[in-house]
């Protein structure tokens, strides 16, 4: 597992390749934080993935909504490892 134990930040991670990118990382031992707006959406990846990821809905429209997406991670986590910053 080469991501055994990080702690990885995915923005537009409730579809399409963000979803994937998710999905692989949870698969190489990574927590996840999956950024989206669509909450079905993110609801139904992050009970595919389990335990080992978590949820935050933002709009990066929002100026502020970068500091809110770290904070949720750091509080989900207690720390981040990498971004992968997918948001279209």
Known sequence: MRLNGKVIIVT???SGIGQAIAERAVAEGARVLV???ERADGEAV???????AVLHLDD?????SPARIVAAA???FGRIDAVVNNAA
């Open 12 to 14: 537009g991670g409730t």
């Open 35 to 37: 950024h989206g707006i």
């Open 46 to 52: 992050v009970g595919k993935l389990g335990a080992a």
């Open 60 to 64: 990066l429209l929002d100026p502020a």
């Open 74 to 76: 750091l509080a989900a």
